[in-house]
């Protein structure tokens, strides 16, 4: 499997895409217009440990809804994940059984490495 969950009009994920050299040959879902399924989310868990590590905390929803001051579960990211896109992290960039979630640059480095290495 080799996808790319973003937001299209995100500035940053489109350098990444570029960063990478992966627009041509890879499967790019916009998560605003194709909304992940719980099975998309169950696979992301299980290839990165938990729904915390998908979640994002940057998100105005969380600010909004003063999540923070809450005490959440890994049940609670899950749905709070699949109700609304803006609290998944990304993007996420999923091949073979790795997954990188984020656009920190040691995470598009560790990317760019595995990618490389199977070119």
Do not use: W
Not at 25 to 33: Q, T, V
Not at 104 to 113: D, G, L, M, R, T
């Amino acid at each position: 499997m080799l996808a790319f969950y973003h937001l299209k009009n995100c500035s940053s994920c489109k350098r990444i895409i570029k960063e990478l050299g992966i627009g041509d040959f890879i499967n790019l879902i916009d998560i605003k217009n194709n909304p992940i399924s719980e099975n998309e989310l169950q696979l992301f868990k299980s290839l990165s440990g938990s729904y915390e590590s998908l979640f994002s905390k940057k998100a105005q929803l969380y600010n909004k809804r003063m999540l923070k001051e809450k005490n959440l579960t890994e049940n609670d990211y899950k749905k709070l994940i699949l109700e609304h896109y803006t609290f998944l992290k990304r993007p996420i960039l999923v091949f073979n059984k790795n997954i990188f979630v984020g656009n920190s640059s040691k995470i598009i480095q560790q990317a760019k490495e595995v990618l490389d290495g199977q070119k």
